[in-house]
């Protein structure tokens, strides 16, 4: 969290019904903390953030996780890639993949829709070419459901590289 502000970035935490201190951390160090009651699930999570940032007037969403996977560093990559292209989309694509399912699942998004890591959790949205396509995912698809409708209904978009750490 610390490193995004440090960007210059609002933050947003979901605290999806944690039990630990880290959405009192998140908030004291500056995220706004939107807390639900008990685990929903990644899905209502992410589209917790998301209506949040709508709410907030956001121009542009970047869905992050807090597992540590990603490199704070890589998000002005995104930023620079999405003000360069005007996509409306920026999809990451890491450099590995932690479960063999995100490989066969890499298959069909690139088969189908063209996208070569559909499972990656760092993406840019534009919230004028998504807001159209809410609710986030109503069909728990680990956060897939939204970029491929917007990529169905034709809104452009760009892949990015991004550094992966690996799960302990």
């Not at 992410?46 to 940032?53: I, Q, Y």
């Not at 932690?98 to 990656?120: A, M, T």
């Not at 452009?156 to 992966?164: D, I, K, L, Y």
């Amino acid at each position: 969290v610390r490193k995004l502000l440090e960007l210059g970035l609002d933050v947003i935490v979901v605290d999806d019904g944690s039990t630990d201190r880290s959405a009192n951390l998140a908030q004291a160090t500056g995220a706004f903390v939107v807390k639900q009651p008990q685990n929903f699930g990644y899905e209502q999570a992410l589209g917790a953030g998301f209506n949040e940032a709508l709410k907030r007037g956001f121009g542009r969403v970047l869905t992050f996780d807090g597992d540590g996977q990603f490199d704070p560093l890589d998000v002005q990559a995104f930023l620079d890639c999405q003000d360069n292209s005007g996509a409306e989309l920026v999809i990451g694509v890491r450099d590995f993949r932690n479960r063999k399912v995100e490989l066969l699942l890499s298959i069909f998004g690139r088969y189908r829709f063209g996208v070569k890591d559909p499972l990656c959790g760092l993406k840019l949205y534009l919230t004028s070419s998504s807001a159209p396509f809410l609710p986030f995912d109503t069909l728990r698809l680990v956060g897939m459901q939204l970029a491929f409708t917007m990529i169905q209904h034709g809104c452009h978009f760009q892949q990015c590289p991004v550094r992966v750490n690996k799960r302990e």
